[in-house]
């Protein structure tokens, strides 16, 4: 018998989990139909983006991604320490750029005057948007429910796109962490589709070793995104992609990932070298370390890393489609 989200993800047991969500029945409702023809890569892109606005609106940080052709991967880390420093106004900032929200809270954004019984009651409605912001179950939804109606709305049809609301596996140990994040990003060569991670498009490690991962590629993506976020000028930090234990963007109350950069990519590029059972491709074994390919010795990966995530320090961006 199925057990509830609530025993299943638990921010107190782990932060970490992998999680992933399939098209219904398969299908390659984001890549090409085979029988058709027809390309839905362009699907891939509306996934990709989402994920960057939402990662910035939520306290939970994304680490490693792969959208496919017809499912997607995540390993993301629940935050709720982030939620706890919002002010109230900054939680009802948030949401509303997802959401109308309740129609006190639309008053109460309008400038009207509140009397104590609404306000208290605005008190106690914040509070619940201050955990739903937390929510992983809340997050995959305001992911997955605004792709399908775009998705049908573009087919001109109705019914489900996603196969479930999504499945978890929670990650309890550094091993498991990186072990998942290294899976997430080999599923392109895996299958078949990308000769090396950094040629992966729509993956977290393309980001990283194009050196993508700044805050103007993601106001960049907020400006392409069709929803609500792309209309509003949002004074919420712009967050890019978990950091690791060697970036200079940490703050002291963060940990980062377990791993130094150039040791994870290291350790992905090897891992794609080998034969998996059941797996179409692999890294071809003939190349170059991923470091010599990206024309990097360890010293100047770490000084690039530390050039363009050194623009970031919380709270100095907004989140809004201006450049």
Same mark, same amino acid.
């Given at each position: 018998m199925p057990r509830p989200r609530c025993q299943l993800v638990s921010a107190a047991d782990t932060p970490y989990y992998h999680v992933y969500s399939r098209c219904v029945r398969r299908a390659f409702l984001c890549g090409v139909?085979?029988?058709?023809?027809?390309?839905?890569?362009?699907?891939?892109?509306? *996934?990709?983006?989402? %994920?960057? #606005? %939402?990662?910035?609106?939520?306290?939970? /940080?994304?680490?490693?991604?792969? #959208?496919?052709?017809?499912?997607?991967h995540l390993v993301v880390k629940l935050c709720p320490?982030?939620?706890?420093?919002? +002010? /109230?106004? &900054? !939680?009802?900032? @948030?949401w509303t750029a997802l959401f109308n929200g309740p129609l006190l809270v639309q008053r109460y954004?309008?400038?009207? #005057?509140?009397?104590?019984? &609404?306000t208290a009651t605005l008190?106690?409605?914040?509070?619940v948007l201050r955990s739903r912001l937390t929510s992983l179950s809340w997050f995959m939804k305001c992911l997955?429910?605004?792709? =399908?109606?775009?998705?049908?709305?573009?087919?001109?049809?109705?019914?489900?796109?996603? &196969? =479930? @609301?999504?499945? +978890?596996?929670?990650?309890?140990?550094?091993?498991?962490? *990186?072990?998942?994040? =290294?899976? !997430?990003?080999?599923?392109? !060569?895996?299958a078949g589709i990308a000769k090396t991670p950094e040629d992966s498009e729509h993956t977290s490690i393309r980001l990283r070793t194009q050196g993508m991962d700044t805050p103007a590629a993601v106001r960049q993506a907020v400006a392409r995104a069709t929803n609500r976020e792309e209309l509003l000028h949002k004074k919420v930090a712009i967050k890019c992609l978990a950091s690791f234990a060697d970036d200079s963007s940490i703050e002291s109350t963060d940990t980062g990932l377990p791993i130094r950069l150039s040791d994870y990519l290291q350790l992905v590029d090897v891992s794609g070298r080998q034969m998996c059972e059941g797996?179409?491709?692999? *890294? $071809?074994?003939? %190349?170059?370390? *991923?470091? /010599?390919?990206?024309? %990097? $010795?360890? /010293?100047?990966?770490?000084?690039?890393?530390?050039?363009? @995530?050194?623009h970031y320090r919380r709270g100095d961006l907004v989140l809004g489609c201006s450049a």
């Open positions: 139909d085979h029988h058709s023809g027809k390309s839905y890569g362009h699907r891939r892109g509306w *996934i990709e983006d989402r %994920l960057r #606005v %939402l990662s910035s609106l939520f306290s939970i /940080d994304l680490c490693a991604y792969a #959208v496919m052709s017809n499912h997607y320490d982030q939620a706890r420093e919002w +002010s /109230d106004d &900054e !939680v009802l900032t @948030r954004r309008a400038g009207e #005057v509140l009397d104590a019984a &609404e008190k106690s409605m914040t509070s997955n429910e605004p792709i =399908a109606r775009q998705a049908n709305a573009e087919d001109g049809c109705t019914g489900h796109f996603w &196969e =479930a @609301r999504f499945q +978890s596996q929670a990650l309890r140990s550094e091993r498991a962490l *990186i072990t998942a994040m =290294a899976y !997430v990003d080999l599923n392109p !060569v895996r797996k179409l491709g692999r *890294i $071809n074994p003939t %190349l170059a370390p *991923i470091l /010599d390919r990206l024309g %990097l $010795n360890n /010293d100047e990966w770490l000084t690039a890393t530390k050039k363009f @995530r050194s």
